[in-house]
């Protein structure tokens, strides 16, 4: 079901940003639903076309298995190979000009409206 949503939203919905990578912004009843699924694809595309990527995440994969398997002690083995996987391939998405003032147009839109309650007069309390 969440999925048939996804792709309604996407067919009647046009994208607040179109490039590098497309962002949808969909109302929810706790706020906003930013969807950055064009920059994950890219992600995973990346990792699957580059050897040394793609042996860094089996290496953390790897890593996190044998602490499951054995007593983990608290010490994440894995975590300076995600810091150097995140860092090869970036972690933040970039926005050019207008799209800034669009996406916070959008954000500014479906934000939830926050009741504020009314001033009371004098003597009532």
């Known amino acids: 079901m969440n999925r048939i949503r996804l792709y309604l939203h996407r067919i009647f919905r046009r994208p607040v940003v179109t490039g590098p990578y497309r962002l949808y912004v969909r109302r929810t009843p706790a706020g906003a639903?930013?969807?950055v699924s064009d920059y994950l694809i890219a992600v995973i595309e990346t990792i699957a076309d580059n050897d040394d990527l793609m042996s860094l995440l089996i290496e953390i994969e790897d890593d996190r298995r044998t602490a499951r398997k054995h007593a983990h002690d608290g010490w994440e083995p894995e975590q300076l190979l995600v810091?150097?996987?995140?860092?090869?391939l970036g972690y933040e998405l970039p926005l050019n000009g207008a799209a800034v003032l669009r996406l916070a147009d959008r954000l500014r839109a479906v934000a939830p409206v926050v009741a504020i309650p009314a001033q009371r007069e004098a003597g009532a309390a």
Do not use: P, W
């Not at 810091?83 to 090869?88: I, Q």
């Open 33 to 35: 639903m930013l969807d």
């Open 83 to 88: 810091e150097k996987l995140t860092t090869a």
